[in-house]
C-alpha cells in the first residue's frame, strides 16, 4: 500500500526526470536565436491546478513575463483516474505521461504549434524565448547560481513539502485515507527546520534574492513556490518558518507582495 501511495505521489505532481520535447511540428527553422524570434500572436495555454506547486511556478514566470495565456484546469492523470474523471485526448496529446504542467503554444501566424512538459524546462523556455523581464543573469556564474538553487528547491525542499500536502490534502480529499500525523510531524520538526535553516542562512548576507543576483529569478520562483506549498496544507507560512528566521520571513513577504505572485495565486 505505502509502495502504491509513493508511486502515485510521484506522478501526481513531482517530477525530477525531464522528457524529450513533444512537438507537432519539428521541422527545420532558421538559425536565429530562439529570444529573438517573434513572440507576438503566440496563443499559450497552460494545462494544470494553482493547487499545484510545480503548476505554480510556470504562473508565476508567465505573470512575470506579462505573456498572455490560458489556464486549462485539470488534475495530472493519475489523479484523474483515481476519482473517476475522464481524461481529455487533447491533454494527452499535450502531456503524453499526463503530467502537469502541460505547455502548448500555437502561432497564430503560421499555426504551427509546440507543447512540453516539466515545470523547470517550461520556465527555460518561457525566459528564453519572451524577452520582458528576463529571469536568468547574463553572466555564467550568476546563471550557475540560478541553476543549483532551482536544482535545490526541486530536489530537496519540494520532496518535503509535497510529502505535507499529499498527508494533509490530497490523501483524506482524494483518496479518503488518514493522514499519517507522525509523518507531517517528524517533517514539521525535524527535516524541514533544516531546509530553511539554511535558507536563512544563505539570506543573511543582505543580498536582496535568494541566488545573489540583482533581479528576481527563476530560482526565487522555484524556493518560493515550494514554500508556499506549506500555507495550501493550512499551515501559517510566517510561523512554520518562525521569527528566529527574519531574513528567510522578510524574503517570503517580498515575494508573496509581487504582483506576479499575487495574480498566480488569485
Known amino acids: ?93 499535450i502531456s503524453p505521461f499526463g503530467k502537469i504542467p502541460a505547455y502548448q503554444e500555437i502561432n497564430m501566424t503560421d499555426h504551427k504549434e509546440f507543447s512540453i512538459t516539466e515545470s523547470s524546462v517550461i520556465m527555460n523556455y518561457l525566459n528564453e524565448t519572451i524577452e520582458e523581464t528576463p529571469l536568468r543573469p547574463n553572466d555564467p556564474k550568476g546563471n550557475a547560481r540560478v541553476s543549483w538553487f532551482m536544482t535545490y528547491g526541486n530536489d530537496v525542499v519540494a520532496p518535503l513539502t509535497y510529502k505535507i500536502l499529499f498527508e494533509k490534502v490530497i490523501k483524506p480529499n482524494f483518496l479518503k485515507e488518514k493522514t499519517d500525523t507522525a509523518l507531517v510531524d517528524n517533517i514539521l520538526k525535524e527535516e524541514l527546520p533544516v531546509v530553511l535553516d539554511f535558507l536563512e542562512k544563505t539570506l543573511a548576507d543582505n543580498r536582496a534574492w535568494i541566488a545573489d543576483t540583482k533581479n528576481f529569478s527563476l530560482a526565487d520562483i522555484t524556493i518560493a513556490s515550494h514554500l508556499i506549498t506549506l500555507s495550501t496544507t493550512g499551515l501559517n507560512l510566517d510561523e512554520t518558518i518562525g521569527e528566529k528566521r527574519p531574513n528567510l520571513l522578510q524574503y517570503m513577504r517580498k515575494i508573496l507582495n509581487r504582483p506576479s505572485v499575487k495574480k498566480a495565486l488569485g
Open 1 to 93: 500500500m505505502k509502495k502504491r501511495l509513493l508511486t502515485f505521489v510521484l506522478l501526481a505532481g513531482i517530477s525530477f526526470a525531464v522528457h524529450p520535447l513533444y512537438a507537432a511540428d519539428q521541422t527545420t527553422e532558421s538559425k536565429v536565436p530562439v529570444a529573438h524570434k517573434e513572440q507576438k500572436d503566440v496563443h499559450r495555454t497552460l494545462w494544470g491546478t494553482k493547487k499545484s506547486p510545480y503548476v505554480r511556478k510556470v504562473l508565476i514566470t508567465l505573470e512575470e513575463k506579462k505573456a498572455p495565456y490560458k489556464l486549462e484546469g485539470i488534475l495530472p492523470e493519475k489523479l484523474l483516474k483515481a476519482t473517476n474523471q475522464k481524461i481529455p485526448e487533447v491533454f494527452l496529446k
